[in-house]
């Protein structure tokens, strides 16, 4: 996925100025991503360091927290919308890449629970509160770059950038994950080398700062404005459109959560699987689900992608009762995340191919496709941790429950595809 969304902006016929522009516009999504895949590593390590329990009741405020935090991201809008009218646009990307900045701060710096009490989970909340908010201002800046200021072909390409900004977070994550892993003792990590993750992005915000302030040569101009829409006066017009579409991204959003904020918690408490274990699976699944996506890529130009994600979604629904199934015996579980690593990677391609071009009009679309994409992931993907955390601290139902949610929203997914016009 990386190489190929960098090859398709080398090749685009952008001028200098809008290269750079777009670069760093993507910088906030890159480091949305980044923040995602921390979290989810390092929670397994900080939970029981905010909280006075240590099983799994911590890791459900933590995820508690995890999806307030990301329910923000429309008042982040609703700010975005209010700026927008009295500030330059690169003006505005700078305050949200501040806050991101804030918010790494925050939990890096955080006491624990032994120190000031329940005021570290405060702190915590707060720092979420924020990052999600910043997010949402964030996203609304770039749909409003790429929505006004280029051609639709342009558009389409500069995609990409979004899509590389988001696999290079994650995969800093990862790879951060593992770097620490190897150099670090399970005692340091759960004392204080969880923090590193959360300092560095809070050092990478600002860069990203930094490097928006002095890049003048890339200023994003006021053309934004030519297109005047609110995003909530879209959404009423265009509702079961955004909605279907939401249900489509639905799986996404919950194979990505399984593999990044769940998996490594749900590894560790409920399979007893070291630390170190831990992060070599999950290292060889985002090697995997990279493979998988040149793969998809390719496929894609010889077999039509809505048939493509059809067929995908039912291997979806067999593998995960696969999937689940080594969990519960206890064996293949490495090539159990693997394979939710690659349908993730699979689905997540396909899916943008899969919506219809001419859904929405040219200048909305954008638009249109990422609040639907923020819908999914609200309404599936944050749920997901946050409603197996809950399920796993009421019943012994470890390994079911999963399957259950999974295919439950892969058949959502399904019934949204047949549905979504054409056009």
Avoid at 210 to 233: A, C, D, G, M, W
Avoid at 325 to 342: D, E
Avoid at 345 to 373: E, N
């Amino acid at each position: 996925m990386i190489s190929r969304n960098f090859n398709l902006l080398r090749k685009a016929s952008f001028s200098k100025r809008e290269l750079g522009a777009i670069i760093l516009a993507s910088l906030g999504l890159f480091l949305e991503f980044y923040d995602f895949s921390i979290f989810g590593f390092y929670a397994l390590y900080f939970a029981p360091k905010i909280f006075p329990y240590v099983n799994i009741s911590a890791y459900v405020d933590i995820f508690s927290i995890f999806a307030l935090g990301y329910c923000m991201k429309p008042f982040g809008i609703l700010i975005f919308q209010k700026l927008s009218l009295r500030l330059p646009l690169r003006r505005i990307l700078n305050i949200s890449i501040v806050i991101m900045a804030i918010s790494f701060l925050s939990i890096a710096t955080v006491p624990i629970y032994d120190s000031i009490g329940i005021w570290s989970g405060v702190i915590i909340l707060c720092a979420r509160l924020l990052q999600g908010i910043a997010s949402g201002i964030e996203m609304q800046c770039i749909i409003k770059y790429l929505s006004s200021t280029l051609t639709m072909s342009k558009r389409n390409m500069a995609t990409s950038a979004i899509l590389l900004a988001i696999s290079l977070g994650i995969f800093l994550g990862v790879m951060l994950n593992r770097g620490l892993i190897q150099y670090f003792n399970d005692f340091q990590l759960e004392d204080w080398g969880w923090r590193i993750p959360f300092y560095l992005g809070a050092i990478l915000s600002l860069l990203s700062c930094i490097i928006r302030i002095s890049s003048k040569k890339s200023e994003i101009t006021p053309k934004y404005l030519q297109h005047k829409v609110n995003i909530f006066t879209i959404f009423i017009k265009y509702k079961k459109r955004i909605l279907l579409i939401a249900g489509m991204v639905g799986i996404n959003a919950t194979l990505l959560m399984s593999g990044i904020i769940f998996m490594p918690i749900y590894l560790h408490s409920t399979l007893n699987l070291n630390y170190f274990t831990i992060s070599n699976i999950l290292f060889k699944a985002t090697i995997l689900s990279v493979i998988a996506s040149l793969i998809t890529h390719y496929l894609s130009k010889i077999i039509n992608p809505t048939f493509l994600i059809k067929l995908t979604y039912l291997g979806i629904i067999i593998t995960i009762i696969y999937c689940y199934h080594c969990f519960a015996t206890g064996k293949n579980m490495s090539m159990a995340v693997y394979q939710i690593a690659i349908l993730y990677s699979t689905v997540s391609r396909l899916t943008p191919l899969a919506i219809p071009k001419d859904i929405f009009p040219s200048y909305l679309r954008l638009t249109c496709v990422s609040t639907a994409t923020h819908i999914g992931f609200m309404l599936f993907g944050v749920t997901y941790p946050l409603s197996l955390a809950l399920i796993l601290s009421l019943s012994h139902s470890v390994f079911i429950a999963p399957c259950i949610y999974i295919i439950m929203v892969t058949c959502i997914s399904i019934t949204c595809i047949f549905i979504l016009p054409k056009s």
